[in-house]
């Protein structure tokens, strides 16, 4: 009953913003970990930002201070603004989330649940 949607997903620039939203239903935000991951064509999944449950937020070393995550509680919803989009951007992002927390690109709780990804392509 737990599910993920993500949405915002196209094509951009060198240089360009983009903003992905993730919508979940079925358990409130604030009691579950969240995440956004990518993956790239021949690479493993990588994470974008986990979100604990207290709303700290990590971010994947490539990020480079670029991308910003918020979170809203009355809308059970993640927003993944993005900057400074280059090439490497490139790939399928996908919203997730997990009931207990995330680590190596998988969720170690018992409830799992992974959207079906927006695509972001960055291009001259």
């Known amino acids: 009953q737990v599910q993920v949607r993500e949405s915002g997903g196209g094509s951009v620039q060198p240089g360009g913003s983009l903003t992905l939203s993730c919508a979940i239903s079925?358990?409130?935000?604030?009691?579950?970990?969240t995440a956004w991951y990518r993956q790239r064509p021949g690479k493993e999944r990588e994470a974008v930002v986990v979100?604990?449950?207290?709303?700290?937020?990590r971010y994947g070393d490539f990020v480079k201070g670029r991308f910003s995550i918020s979170r809203d509680i009355a809308e059970n919803s993640l927003y993944l603004e993005m900057n400074d989009l280059n090439a490497g951007d490139t790939s399928m992002y996908t919203c997730?989330?997990?009931?207990?927390?995330?680590?190596?690109?998988?969720?170690?709780?018992?409830?799992?649940?992974w959207g079906r990804g927006t695509q972001v392509t960055v291009s001259s």
């Open positions: 997730a989330a997990c009931s207990l927390y995330f680590a190596s690109g998988n969720c170690y709780g018992r409830t799992s649940v």
């Open positions: 979100i604990e449950k207290d709303g700290t937020s």
């Open positions: 079925g358990v409130p935000v604030s009691e579950i970990y």
